[in-house]
């Protein structure tokens, strides 16, 4: 009888996306086999170099509002985006992990793999940028946080406008935290223009507040990550000792802008926290000190364990 030969994997099976939950368990998600099936690939994942956006990219999409969109370079001069506040002169060299004053693509695309009200039923919109002030030991995204393809400030909104038209449930910036000032002018110009799709803002949760003010009513959703609990090795590891202090600061700040989570009719969400609790295998008291967070949080703020969402209906 002839053996049916096994079938090669698409992509190299180390990126998929582990989470520990609190009570020990582990879940194994197929987010990046997600990412990678329907994202277009521009980054080399064996090499980690970013590729060139591919011809069909290079094509203009028809994107409303023509008027050009100025990101003055002076807003990376001192740099102070994250809570680092290190004042790295971007303009001058690249920072080793926030790149330099360009908005850079890492990738982009319809996402399925999300929390349901994130996904929908048609996917959200995904644009991943490159540049990330953390280090985190446990990243699983490395190559497409180090490189990037630059993009202009109106490519990237006709890049949001194509990704409505492919029927995204909403337009979602990953990693958005090194380009404020840029994705605040986008944004901006897109609300202008009258996009009309919610903007969800998916963030390491490691944010300065004086920054996130710049999204107010301009971001509908907000998912940040919860990784590190207070005094963790592990954020120390990152770069970021004040890891446990910041994110709650920013979580507080993102629900006064948006308050509680809102659903529409088919269940995607149209404003609101989401809370992603994505530790790293903690200890168990970091992971108490989290957990009991988790719990002081507004009931408007809904907590996703897993990249399946299951807090809701
Ligand atoms: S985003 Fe990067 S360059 Fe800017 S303050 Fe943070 S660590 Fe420094």
């Known amino acids: ?42 980054i080399d994942h064996r090499t980690g170099a970013a590729t060139a956006i591919p011809e069909a990219d290079r094509q203009p999409f028809s994107a409303p509002g023509r008027r050009r969109i100025n990101v003055p370079a002076t807003d990376y001069r001192k740099c102070r985006l994250c809570p680092n506040e290190c004042g790295f002169d971007r303009t001058a060299s ?22 349901r009200p994130i996904s929908g ?3 959200s919109g995904a644009i991943m940028f490159s540049g990330c002030p953390l280090r985190c030991p446990s990243c699983h995204n490395p190559e497409m946080v180090a490189a990037g393809v630059r993009v202009t400030p109106n490519r990237l909104a006709a890049m949001a406008w194509d990704l409505r038209k492919r029927g995204a449930e909403n337009l979602q910036l990953l990693s958005p935290t090194v380009h404020i000032p ?25 944010e300065s507040v004086n920054e996130l003010r710049k999204f107010e009513g301009l971001v509908d959703v907000y998912l940040p ?3 590190f609990g207070p005094r963790s090795r592990w954020a120390e590891s990152a770069g970021a000792a004040d890891y446990f202090d910041e994110m709650r600061r920013a979580v507080e700040e993102m629900y006064r802008q948006t308050g509680p989570l809102a659903l529409s009719p088919r269940g995607t969400a149209v404003r609101g926290v989401l809370v992603r609790c994505v530790p790293a295998p903690l200890p168990s008291r970091e992971r108490g000190t989290i957990e009991r967070f988790l719990r002081t949080l507004p009931k408007g703020i809904h907590v996703s364990h897993t990249a399946v969402f299951d807090r809701l209906g």
């Open 1 to 42: 009888m002839k053996r049916k030969r096994p079938r090669k994997p698409r992509f190299p099976p180390r990126q998929s996306d582990v989470i520990i939950r609190p009570d020990g368990t582990v879940h194994v998600s197929f987010l990046w086999n997600d990412l990678c099936s329907v994202f277009r690939p521009l």
């Open 121 to 123: 039923d048609r996917g």
């Open 182 to 206: 840029a994705l605040a002018r986008v944004l901006r110009h897109l609300r202008g223009c009258g996009f009309d799709i919610p903007v969800v803002f998916k963030s390491s949760g490691y």
């Open 225 to 227: 990550d919860v990784k």
């Open 94 to 115: 690249p920072h080793p992990l926030c790149g330099d004053s360009s908005l850079r693509v890492a990738t982009w695309g319809l996402v399925h793999g999300d929390e």
